[in-house]
């Protein structure tokens, strides 16, 4: 009974201290955001006076509004399509089973662990090619590419398990296989779709290497590339830098608070599956 | 009753036609995004790193001599090996560390100091890496709240500049990625936990097993799986890892923290090399795959 008390109580002052440090770089951004600018606080000291201007200052330096919005734009263009495509064939591979869909499954398991650097020369020049560079096409329509392969692989992972029967009586009464995928099997699947949906939108979001690539214009790119180009510009003026920083963080922390339980479920099961 | 039986081969005759071509048009227009946007630059990429080119004039064939490179040419191979080295950070201290917590913590696993540390703990995944960069480079600058704390409690002779110091730099961006791949782990893991029957544990206590005993022998065997979960994703992390060391270091100081991402992006688009780029980016292609499969084989032995 003793040890187990004192097993949770060493429990709890363990969490309490990792909670501690996931959040100190937050608080050190924070605290350093409301010095006034252009100084070089020393550590975690409160201002002498707050310095809440600089939000404002950054948010316009950072050209927040334009960024919110082709942040947006490039999630609206990512998203849907990706799991359009992803749901449509692992629906084809996993329950329809067309011939052929193993080696098909293959080759996009294959893309599951590609780190993105390898390809990015190639589509620098591909993208060039196709006249889209310094467009939000351009990273919109290489992610879609990009994202195809855990798409598939987790939609998959969810018709395979689905029951043939289900499919047979929907025929029988005359559904073609558009109807049966549109009317039985998409509203069967929404929470795997909504999990994929936060996943993708998670690393649309957070997408860097893309946007600094093929983007040179920060305010066509994601919030993460704009971030860099951020830092590039106000690197020396510390507090302002982290005021930006705190800024750009706020729309994915925010989306993550609400929908807190989603996010982790889809973490946990995105990395287990992935 | 033989009408409707006709009437069920018929249904069952059309389903089979939806394994062909209608099934098919359903991959398709994944299958095509994919071979345009993924598939065709792979086979680029093996193209150019057999040819020498500036991205503009004409290219010449080079046959191999883009990969004797990479592993001869010191500032090349080095990214090859601090990659490696990376994987101590990101992998093994949140893998090993990961465990330890999650282990201690199990038991209070439903409170509600655990459901708050839940959400707390996963926020750096959810955060843009590179805003993890920017907070880290400020923690661990000269000035930073590291070495505040150092000082505090009593180490002030070790304060320095973490990021700008040869010897500490790369050990200094693993521990940033440590940051962000810590909570993740912890989490897999003590979900996995949760799936141990407790009978388990209640049996090796009345053996008279301590908690190292029931920890070696029931705990770590029971998560074969999460763990090599967690091992995949953080060394997949660690060699492809961009993001967090082009905000923090760029690579420096001198070429201490330079990876094979950073390298290619360097060699691509500001050095011009883009044939010894791509021979880089086969051999990290190459890399990555060759850790990730025996990692998964290994966790599948475990489930037969």
Redesign the interface.
């Known amino acids: 009974m003793i040890t187990a008390r004192r097993e949770a109580w060493t429990g709890r002052l363990l969490l309490i201290l990792m909670m501690a440090i996931t959040l100190l770089p937050f608080l050190s951004l924070f605290v350093t955001a409301l010095h006034p600018s252009g100084t070089y606080p020393a550590g975690l000291a409160w201002p002498d006076e707050p310095q809440w201007g600089n939000f404002p200052r950054a948010f316009e330096a950072a050209n927040m509004g334009e960024l919110l919005k082709s942040s947006v734009l490039i999630v609206l263009g990512v998203v849907p399509i990706s799991i359009l495509l992803g749901t449509m064939a692992g629906f084809a591979i996993g329950h329809l089973r067309v011939i052929g869909g193993r080696v098909v499954f293959l080759l996009f398991v294959l893309g599951l662990t590609l780190p993105f650097e390898g390809i990015i020369t190639p589509l620098y020049y591909q993208i060039r090619d196709m006249g889209l560079l310094n467009t939000r096409w351009a990273i919109i329509l290489p992610l879609i590419g990009l994202f195809m392969p855990f798409s598939v692989f987790w939609m998959r992972a969810h018709f395979v398990n689905m029951p043939g029967e289900l499919s047979e009586s929907a025929r029988m009464d005359g559904a073609n296989v558009w109807q049966l995928f549109r009317r039985i099997h998409v509203p069967l699947a929404m929470p795997a779709i909504s999990s994929l949906g936060i996943l993708l939108f998670l690393w649309t979001w957070n997408q860097f290497l893309l946007a600094i690539v093929l983007v040179d214009d920060p305010a066509k790119r994601t919030m993460s590339g704009a971030l860099g180009a951020f830092q590039g510009q106000w690197g020396t003026d510390i507090p302002l830098l982290c005021a930006g920083s705190l800024l750009i963080l706020t729309p994915t922390l925010a989306i993550f608070l609400i929908f807190q339980r989603h996010f982790v479920k889809a973490l946990l099961q995105g990395s287990l599956k992935g | 009753m033989a009408r409707s039986s006709a009437?069920?081969r018929a249904?069952?005759a059309?389903?089979r036609g939806?394994?062909?071509l209608?099934?098919?048009l359903?991959?398709l227009?994944?299958?095509a995004?994919?071979?345009?946007?993924?598939?065709?630059?792979?086979a680029?990429?093996f193209q150019?790193s057999l040819y020498e080119w500036d991205?503009i004039g004409p290219s010449t064939w080079a046959g191999p001599a883009n990969y004797g490179k990479v592993f001869t040419d010191p500032d090349l191979f080095d990214s090859l090996v601090n990659a490696f080295q990376l994987i101590v950070f990101f992998s093994a201290i949140p893998v090993v560390l990961g465990l330890a917590?999650a282990a201690?913590?199990?038991?209070?696993a439903q409170?509600r100091?655990?459901l708050?540390?839940?959400?707390?703990?996963?926020?750096?995944?959810?955060?843009?890496?590179?805003?993890?960069g920017?907070?880290?480079s400020?923690?661990l600058a000269s000035?930073?709240?590291v070495?505040?704390?150092l000082s505090l409690v009593g180490l002030g002779g070790v304060t320095r500049a973490w990021l700008g110091d040869f010897a500490t730099a790369l050990p200094a961006v693993g521990m940033i990625g440590a940051?962000v791949l810590?909570?993740?782990c912890?989490?897999?893991l003590l979900?996995g936990m949760s799936k141990i029957d407790p009978a388990l544990y209640e049996a090796a206590r009345l053996d008279g097993a301590g908690?190292w005993r029931e920890f070696v022998s029931i705990t770590v065997p029971s998560l074969r799986q999460?763990i090599a979960?967690?091992v995949?994703?953080t060394v997949?992390a660690a060699?492809?890892s961009?993001?967090i060391i082009?905000?923090s270091t760029q690579g420096g100081p001198g070429n201490t923290t330079m990876v094979?991402?950073l390298q290619?992006?360097y060699l691509?688009?500001s050095e011009r090399e883009?044939g010894t780029?791509?021979a880089l980016?086969?051999v990290?292609?190459v890399l990555?795959?060759a850790c990730?499969l025996p990692i998964q084989w290994f966790a599948k032995d475990g489930n037969r």
């Open positions: 009437h069920r249904a069952a059309r389903l939806t394994r062909g209608a099934g098919w359903f991959v227009p994944a299958l995004f994919y071979a345009v946007f993924v598939l065709r630059p792979i680029l990429t150019y991205g917590i201690t913590i199990r038991r209070i409170s100091l655990a708050v540390a839940r959400a707390v703990l996963f926020l750096p995944q959810v955060i843009p890496l590179v805003a993890a920017i907070a880290w400020w923690l000035t930073g709240v070495n505040q704390l940051w810590l909570g993740l912890t989490l897999l979900a908690p999460e979960v967690c995949t994703v997949i060699l492809a961009f993001d082009y905000i094979p991402g290619i992006f691509a688009f883009v780029a791509s980016a086969v990290l292609m990555v795959i990730a």
